[in-house]
Nanobody, 128 residues
């Protein structure tokens, strides 16, 4: 099994930045895609972005394209979600997850179907 530890959430003002980290233990990312998801209060969990462990390709949801970026550090077995120009609508609990395959095309599917392992969430609050 893979264990994921997400961290880096907090309170930030509109326009600010945060970097979330997702550290893995039990396996490496090489064979998987790592997705970032978020769940706002009263809403469904939705995909934010993804990085492929096999080729490093990335995917971003339209709502965060150009503001968020995902990177990985294989030496640390950690994936990062850099969030810039944050907006109040970005307020949510953010989760990292291992997908069932190595392609970020999986992000088109329902999280309950495409996610193999979930990390615990880290809360992000953007004040207006």
């Amino acid at each position: 099994d893979v264990q994921l530890q997400a961290s880096g959430g907090g309170l930030v003002q509109t326009g600010g930045s945060l970097r979330l980290s997702c550290a893995a233990s039990g396996s490496t990312f090489d064979d998987y895609a790592i997705g970032w998801f978020r769940q706002a209060p009263g809403k469904e969990r939705v995909g934010v972005g993804c990085i492929s462990g096999s080729d490093g390709s990335t995917y971003y949801a339209d709502s965060v394209e150009g503001r968020f970026s995902i990177s990985s550090d294989s030496a640390k077995n950690t994936v990062y979600l850099q969030m810039n120009n944050l907006k109040p609508e970005d307020t949510a609990v953010y989760y990292c997850a291992v997908l069932y395959g190595s392609s970020c095309l999986l992000m088109a599917g329902q999280p309950s179907v495409v996610v193999k392992y979930w990390g615990q969430g880290t809360e992000v609050t953007v004040s207006s």
